[in-house]
Antibody
C-alpha cells in the first residue's frame, strides 16, 4: 500500500522559509516521479512542482519558480520542497503525490498546512 | 501557462447522469485525468488517460476527450458522488488543473 506522509508545515512570517518533507513507502520510490500540489483555503488545486523519477529533471509552476526548490533522497525515500521568500499567497495545504504522468497523480498524502502571516 | 476551464457548479438528481466538462486549447491532443475531492479529504484519481478507471473506481464513472473538451460523466449519480471534481493535463513540462466543479446531488 502506497503511503505518503507530509511534515514540516506551520506558521511562517512573510519573507521567511520553510522546508516540507514527504516520507514515501509502499512503492519503488527512486523510479517514480513525485509532485507537490497545493490548495489555498477554499480554492482549487494548484500544481507546484514535479521531480522526475529515475533522473534529475525538475519542473516548477511560474508562481514558485526561483523561490521553491524540490529535491529527493532516494536512499531514505523522502521528497522535499524548500520554500523561500514566502508570501501570504503561498498559504495553502501542500500535498505530496506520486505522479505517474499520463496515468495520473495516483496517490496523495494527507496534506500539511502552511500559513504565511505576521 | 496552459488554461483549463470548468463550470463552477453542476447539479444532478439522484440516479440521473452528471456531466462535467473541461475545456482547453487542443485538449484532445493531450491525456486528461479527473480527480474527486470531498470536503476535508485529499483528492482521489477517478479517470486517467481520458477514459481509464483506476482499480476500485465504480463503472458509473467514465470519461472522453476530443477537440477542445474533455468530459467526465457519472451515470446513475449517487449521493456519495457529491464532491469537487478537477480535470488535469500535462502541457510541455507543466501540469494544469482546471478550476474545479462542485457537483451537487439533490
Amino acid at each position: 500500500e502506497v503511503q505518503l506522509l507530509e511534515s514540516g508545515g506551520g506558521l511562517v512570517q512573510p519573507g521567511g522559509s520553510l522546508r516540507l518533507s514527504c516520507a514515501a513507502t509502499g512503492f519503488t520510490f527512486s523510479t517514480n516521479a513525485m509532485t507537490w500540489v497545493r490548495q489555498a483555503p477554499g480554492k482549487g488545486l494548484e500544481w507546484v512542482s514535479t521531480f522526475s523519477g529515475g533522473g534529475d529533471n525538475t519542473y516548477y509552476a511560474d508562481s514558485v519558480k526561483g523561490r521553491f526548490i524540490v529535491s529527493r533522497d532516494n536512499s531514505k525515500n523522502i521528497f522535499y520542497v524548500q520554500m523561500n521568500s514566502l508570501s501570504a499567497e503561498d498559504t495553502a495545504v501542500y500535498y505530496c503525490a506520486k505522479d505517474d504522468h499520463d496515468h495520473g497523480i495516483t496517490d496523495w498524502g494527507q496534506g500539511t498546512l502552511v500559513t504565511v502571516s505576521s | 501557462s496552459y488554461d483549463l476551464s470548468q463550470p463552477p457548479s453542476v447539479s444532478v438528481s439522484p440516479g440521473q447522469t452528471a456531466t462535467i466538462t473541461c475545456s482547453g486549447h487542443k485538449l484532445g491532443d493531450k491525456y486528461v485525468c479527473w480527480y474527486q475531492q470531498k470536503p476535508g479529504q485529499s483528492p482521489v484519481l477517478v479517470i486517467y488517460k481520458d477514459l481509464q478507471r483506476p482499480s476500485g473506481i465504480p463503472e458509473r464513472f467514465s470519461g472522453s476527450n476530443s477537440g477542445n473538451t474533455a468530459t467526465l460523466t457519472i451515470g446513475g449519480t449517487q449521493a456519495m458522488d457529491e464532491a469537487d471534481y478537477y480535470c488535469q493535463a500535462w502541457d510541455i513540462n507543466t501540469v494544469a488543473f482546471g478550476g474545479g466543479t462542485k457537483l451537487t446531488v439533490l
